[in-house]
């Protein structure tokens, strides 16, 4: 079974800085394309970054300049550094990743900024 795993969200005060985690488990295929997407409380799931096949990154007005997301294709992992954090940026953030024909999500990890 595909898992994608979530870490690295967490409690940060204005400025700070957390590094997300998404790993895949149960599949012999690999990440091709990887994306972050983020929901805050009574907003819409939000594309944050993303980065595909060739390692070309897209981002959010929001997150540019701030985050990085970046791979490990020998892990297969995705990873999202984020600095400067701000309070909008407190949602659940989640991996969504494309893993040979089939689109995964996983669980979802919580970020939290306080001012």
């Known amino acids: 079974q595909v898992q994608l795993v979530e870490s690295g969200g967490g409690l940060v005060q204005v400025g700070g800085s957390l590094r997300l985690s998404c790993a895949a488990s149960g599949s012999i295929q690999s990440i091709s394309a990887g994306n972050w997407y983020r929901q805050a409380p009574g907003k819409q799931r939000e594309l944050v970054a993303g980065?595909?096949?060739?390692?070309?990154?897209h981002y959010a007005e929001s997150a540019k300049g701030r985050f990085t997301i970046s791979r490990d294709n020998a892990r297969n992992m995705v990873y999202l550094q984020m600095n400067d954090l701000l309070p909008e940026d407190t949602a659940v953030y989640y991996c969504?990743?494309?893993?040979?024909?089939?689109?995964?999500w996983g669980q979802g990890t919580q970020v939290t900024v306080s001012s």
């Open positions: 980065i595909s096949s060739g390692g070309t990154t």
């Open positions: 969504n990743a494309l893993l040979g024909m089939y689109d995964y």
